[in-house]
């Protein structure tokens, strides 16, 4: 790719994501924060216990009139937690300094409540699949309510449809086998695919199964990692913490291999990292979730909020570890792919082995997840072609940006990422009022009807 070309994308990128995008989720989640009295944390308990219900009461197959709800929280979850908040994010705190971590805090807390308002619009406007079981909804049929125009729901199924083929973590994936087992990389490429199509040609369902018992054991074994490292520098803490929120309002100066960072470059990583981890008014998760068989769609945006909540979770925790260490300052920088292997290598020896299996599994069920989702938007552009055209793109434009690298990649899906930002959560606010925001409502039975809210349970 040209040089200067990428230049001038990076530019608009950096524009974007330092100046538009902060204000957009700060202002919407702001809104929605004050006019709900703090929702996503008045209802912390109810969503925690919304949680535990589902889980309580797996099902094993699915109903004809949609998919179990903690299926889809896994399946949503594993489609953030992954590559994204443990490689992307570590570029946060390698570009943005200390005080980015503050900032993914942020986007966490107001983004929370944006991914509530999202999902429950994604079900209010769903439909029935026109053949099979299931529903087809997302920001395409939230923007044609919104806006009335069939032209700008054309425009966000076309950037989610770039936004779905993950090339960025597909990118990673290649490059972290072919390094650390010695394999050619259009070999692993080759093998990745194979899976991938294997999966998504399934469909949602496939992917929700696979998804369900493999990210769980994914999240612990990270999280162990992690808090071994944590617990080995615990009286580093409160002076770690004094540096994050110092930096967050003054940027930080150059130290060791970190070039330095001002105020809008912590804002740029911290909420550019954060938002594409938790697809904050990205538009996939409500794409996934509205395939959900609850006959209370609140449930199910609770649900996503809890979801957000465990993403910028692991998200801070891959920060801490990367800030403990001392990483993120080395000379020369490390790439971000072998960043966290770095930072975790003292502690585990073995980890140059294990990482790259975490790294397949956290990728794989990312990119499967996505991928659906993708899918199943193609088919609105092109009723008739549209799954085999997205098929094929997918075949080429995954083994393309491994080759390029992670750079070319991780730009990609930030400036389609971008244009799905501006186009959701402007249709969101549009359709602000619409959003009912309850805190406690019976728990769900398979949809037999229309439902009708308690209003005093009503925010």
């Given at each position: 790719?040209?040089?200067?070309?990428?230049?001038?994308?990076?530019?608009?990128?950096?524009?974007?994501?330092?100046?538009?995008?902060?204000?957009?989720?700060?202002?919407?989640?702001?809104?929605?924060?004050?006019?709900?009295?703090?929702?996503?944390?008045?209802?912390?308990?109810?969503?925690?216990?919304?949680?535990?219900?589902?889980?309580?009461?797996?099902?094993?197959?699915?109903?004809?009139?949609?998919?179990?709800?903690?299926?889809?929280?896994?399946?949503?979850?594993?489609?953030?937690?992954?590559?994204?908040?443990?490689?992307?994010?570590?570029?946060?705190?390698?570009?943005?300094?200390?005080?980015?971590?503050?900032?993914?805090?942020?986007?966490?807390?107001?983004?929370?409540?944006?991914?509530?308002?999202?999902?429950?619009?994604?079900?209010?406007?769903?439909?029935?699949?026109?053949?099979?079981?299931?529903?087809?909804?997302?920001?395409?049929?939230?923007?044609?309510?919104?806006?009335?125009?069939?032209?700008?729901?054309?425009?966000?199924?076309?950037?989610?449809?770039?936004?779905?083929?993950?090339?960025?973590?597909?990118?990673?994936?290649?490059?972290?086998?072919?390094?650390?087992?010695?394999?050619?990389?259009?070999?692993?490429?080759?093998?990745?695919?194979?899976?991938?199509?294997?999966?998504?040609?399934?469909?949602?369902?496939?992917?929700?199964?696979?998804?369900?018992?493999?990210?769980?054991?994914?999240?612990?074994?990270?999280?162990?990692?992690?808090?071994?490292?944590?617990?080995?520098?615990?009286?580093?803490?409160?002076?770690?913490?004094?540096?994050?929120?110092?930096?967050?309002?003054?940027?930080?100066?150059?130290?060791?291999?970190?070039?330095?960072?001002?105020?809008?470059?912590?804002?740029?990583?911290?909420?550019?990292?954060?938002?594409?981890?938790?697809?904050?008014?990205?538009?996939?998760?409500?794409?996934?979730?509205?395939?959900?068989?609850?006959?209370?769609?609140?449930?199910?945006?609770?649900?996503?909020?809890?979801?957000?909540?465990?993403?910028?979770?692991?998200?801070?925790?891959?920060?801490?570890?990367?800030?403990?260490?001392?990483?993120?300052?080395?000379?020369?920088?490390?790439?971000?792919?072998?960043?966290?292997?770095?930072?975790?290598?003292?502690?585990?020896?073995f980890v140059a082995k294990l990482l790259p299996i975490f790294f397949f599994i956290a990728g794989f069920t990312t990119i499967v997840a996505y991928f659906s989702v993708g899918v199943k938007t193609s088919q609105y552009l092109f009723p008739v072609k549209g799954r085999q055209i997205y098929l094929m793109y997918g075949l080429i434009a995954m083994p393309l940006f491994s080759y390029l690298g992670g750079s070319y990649a991780l730009l990609l899906m930030s400036l389609s990422g971008a244009g799905l930002l501006v186009l959701n959560l402007t249709g969101i606010y549009r359709l602000r009022k619409q959003v009912l925001f309850v805190r406690d409502i019976g728990m769900d039975q398979p949809i037999v009807g229309q439902t009708v809210l308690d209003q005093k349970n009503v925010l």
């Amino acid at each position: 790719m040209d040089s200067k070309f990428f230049w001038v994308l990076n530019g608009i990128d950096a524009l974007f994501w330092g100046f538009v995008a902060f204000f957009l989720i700060l202002l919407l989640g702001l809104y929605f924060t004050v006019h709900t009295r703090a929702f996503q944390i008045r209802s912390l308990a109810q969503i925690v216990r919304t949680f535990y219900h589902f889980l309580r009461h797996p099902a094993t197959e699915s109903s004809e009139m949609g998919i179990h709800p903690i299926r889809l929280f896994f399946t949503s979850v594993g489609g953030m937690i992954g590559i994204g908040n443990v490689v992307g994010i570590v570029t946060a705190i390698q570009f943005g300094g200390p005080g980015a971590l503050f900032w993914v805090w942020v986007t966490g807390l107001v983004g929370s409540v944006i991914k509530y308002a999202e999902i429950y619009l994604g079900f209010k406007y769903r439909i029935p699949k026109s053949c099979g079981s299931g529903f087809q909804g997302g920001p395409v049929h939230v923007l044609k309510e919104a806006f009335k125009n069939r032209a700008l729901s054309f425009i966000v199924a076309l950037f989610l449809c770039i936004y779905c083929v993950e090339v960025f973590q597909f990118s990673v994936m290649v490059e972290s086998i072919s390094y650390n087992y010695s394999i050619e990389k259009p070999i692993a490429a080759f093998v990745l695919l194979s899976m991938i199509l294997y999966i998504v040609i399934g469909g949602v369902d496939r992917v929700t199964k696979y998804c369900m018992y493999i990210n769980p054991v994914m999240m612990f074994g990270y999280l162990f990692m992690c808090f071994w490292v944590i617990l080995n520098h615990l009286g580093e803490i409160p002076q770690l913490l004094n540096v994050v929120f110092t930096s967050a309002f003054s940027g930080h100066a150059a130290v060791g291999g970190f070039a330095g960072s001002s105020i809008l470059m912590g804002i740029r990583y911290g909420v550019s990292r954060a938002a594409y981890s938790a697809d904050i008014g990205m538009g996939y998760d409500s794409s996934m979730q509205v395939e959900s068989r609850v006959s209370h769609p609140e449930n199910q945006a609770k649900l996503s909020v809890f979801g957000v909540y465990v993403d910028n979770f692991f998200c801070s925790l891959t920060c801490i570890v990367i800030l403990l260490s001392g990483v993120w300052k080395m000379s020369p920088m490390i790439d971000p792919p072998l960043a966290i292997q770095a930072a975790l290598s003292p502690y585990f020896p073995f980890v140059a082995k294990l990482l790259p299996i975490f790294f397949f599994i956290a990728g794989f069920t990312t990119i499967v997840a996505y991928f659906s989702v993708g899918v199943k938007t193609s088919q609105y552009l092109f009723p008739v072609k549209g799954r085999q055209i997205y098929l094929m793109y997918g075949l080429i434009a995954m083994p393309l940006f491994s080759y390029l690298g992670g750079s070319y990649a991780l730009l990609l899906m930030s400036l389609s990422g971008a244009g799905l930002l501006v186009l959701n959560l402007t249709g969101i606010y549009r359709l602000r009022k619409q959003v009912l925001f309850v805190r406690d409502i019976g728990m769900d039975q398979p949809i037999v009807g229309q439902t009708v809210l308690d209003q005093k349970n009503v925010l």
